[in-house]
Structure formats: C-alpha cells, structure tokens
C-alpha cells in the first residue's frame, strides 16, 4: 500500500470515530502531512480534544496531552535538571512526543508560551544552556476556547504565525447531532467499543511528507497565493471600502503556510499538482491568525473570515 493510500486510510479512520467536522478532520491530516502546527478554536463540545486524541490513536508514535493552566511553569513543558546521584540527570518533558495537544493554550502565562514558541519554530528545547531536538515527527495540536477570558492569555501575534492553520469550529447539523447521541447510546449499551487502532507508523508519515514537497505547483498558482497575501496588506488595491481596514497584514510566512498547506491537501484528495481550488480551501484557515484588522473594519462589522472572502471574491484565479 502506497503512502498516500495510508494517509487517506487514517482519514477514513479519523471519519469513524468523529461524527461531522469534516473540515476540522482533514485539516488535521493537513496539518500532519505539511508538518504545521494546528490551532483549532470553537466553544466547549464540539470535539477538538477528541479529534486530536483521536488523530494520535491512528498514529503508531507518541503522544502527550498538556492541560495548560495559568500556574503552569516552564519546565513542565521542556522538562527539567535534576540533581541525581551527586550529578544533575535531565529528565524530558512533555514535549519530547510527536504529537503534543497543548489544551486550552491561552490559558499558560508568557514564559511558558516562549518555551513553547522556541519548540514550535526550531523544533529544539534549551534548558540549562544545552540544546536538545525534538522528534522529527513533532507537531503540535491547541485547543482554544474564544469564549472564556478569565485566567486566559492572548497568544503573541508571534507565536500565532508559528501555526499552520487556525480552523475555527462550528456547531454540527441536525443529522450530525442526531447521529452524535445514537452513537453514545449504542456505545452505553454496548459492553464497550474498541479503540481507535494505529493505521500509519511515523516513518510513513515522514515519507508521504517527502512526497507532499514533491507535489506540482504552477508559477501561476505560485502568483496567486503572493498576490492573495499581498492583497491582506493593501486591500485597498481591490476593494477601495477596504483601504484602511488593516492595521497588520499577512507575513512571508502566511504565503508559505498556504503554499505547503495547498500542496497537502491536494496530495490527500490523490493529485501530484495544486489547482487554485486548495489555495482558496485553505486560505481561510491559513490567513485569518496572521491578520490584524483596524478600527476602521470593525465600524464596518467586517470580521476577519468576511475580509477573507472578500478578497478571494475581488483577486481573480488563474
């Protein structure tokens, strides 16, 4: 079997267990397959921990969950020095996993946040002046809450660029909510339901990433995602309304991200080439953390995802 029959065997995987969010679940491969981190953000209930746990379970590596907590430290994230036997012994935190869930993110204070920024942007941890790598599989996966505020933290603009995607959830429909509680009814009744087993190892992983920087890009698709980043920072050029309803627009990073994100998704859909369809698939999710809207725009009730659209609407497609 090849590596992209795997990669789509872990979706179907993911699909089994999740009913709906079928955006939150490709995503997630997304994620996996441009090796980005991923910030997923919706109200409580809507299954992002679960999708993550999930994902994990398919994955043959390994896996640690970090409840974040405004009186979290530094080191239980990085792991710490301790003295042992007249000698000081390094014991790894959580981080040294592939796939790390950084639950609720915004609530851990600053100095945890910029241990976790080093982890993410050069997937290596510091501690006591040495250096050490993290799995080459490494990736994380946040949750976010956009309802609470007590005891939370902004996220740095900084650290929110270091993400891939940020999806941001919705509520299921009748049918998915419907077939939400028959599920749980059938699982209580039930002596109990096996778990989600492994379907790919981390070597298939890496290799279907190999493959994913192999996929086609065209030097007009290339033009399209500069000039869709470009028209976050002066939307003006395409919607005079538009012209001062930025204060901060996507970063070099922002094109790359939905270059490498474009490219995943279409070697999961079976394609070795990207069309302008993933570009503007993914464009939501890769811009809409990395844009800073003025004051201006919010006397207009224009929000982020509608500035988006907008502006996929106004730059044409080749």
């Known amino acids: 079997m090849s590596n992209q029959s795997r990669m789509l065997e872990l979706r179907q995987a993911l699909s089994r267990v999740i009913v709906g969010q079928n955006i939150l679940l490709d995503r997630l491969v997304v994620g996996l397959l441009a090796g980005g981190h991923v910030l997923v953000e919706g109200v409580p209930g809507l299954a992002k921990t679960t999708a993550v746990k999930t994902l994990a379970a398919a994955i043959h590596g390994s896996f640690r969950r970090i409840q974040f907590t405004p009186d979290l430290l530094p080191g239980d994230l990085t792991g710490t020095d301790i003295y042992h036997e ?23 204070p600053a100095k945890v946040q910029a241990a976790l920024l080093e982890a993410m942007q050069e997937h290596q941890i ?37 993400f891939l995607l940020h999806v941001a ?9 419907l077939d939400i509680l028959r599920r749980d009814r059938a699982h209580a009744a039930s002596v109990g339901h096996a778990p989600v087993m492994a379907v790919v190892d981390t070597a298939t992983v890496l290799a279907a990433r190999e493959e994913v920087q192999k996929v086609h890009v065209s030097d007009e698709v290339e033009r399209y995602i500069v000039t869709l980043v470009r028209a976050t920072r002066v939307p003006g050029e395409w919607r005079t309304d538009w012209a001062q309803a930025v204060d901060v627009g996507a970063s070099p990073r922002a094109a790359l991200a939905l ?3 474009s490219a995943a998704a279409a070697y999961l859909r079976g394609r070795d080439y990207v069309t302008p369809d993933d570009v503007r698939e ?20 224009l929000g982020r995802d509608a500035f988006i659209a907008g502006l996929l609407e106004a730059v044409p497609a080749p």
Do not use: W
């Open 86 to 108: 007249g000698q000081f012994e390094f014991v790894e935190g959580p981080l040294f996993h592939d796939i790390v869930l950084a639950d609720e993110i915004n609530r851990a």
């Open 126 to 162: 510091t501690v006591g002046g040495v250096t050490r790598p993290l799995p080459p599989l490494f990736m994380v996966m946040a949750t976010q809450n956009p309802l609470e505020q007590a005891g939370t933290y902004p996220l740095p603009e900084a650290q929110l660029d270091r």
């Open 259 to 261: 270059l490498h994100a």
């Open 282 to 301: 993914l464009a939501a999710d890769c811009l809409r953390h990395r844009i800073m809207l003025s004051l201006d725009a919010r006397l207009l009730k």
């Open 169 to 177: 959830l919705d509520y299921p429909s009748d049918a998915e909510e």
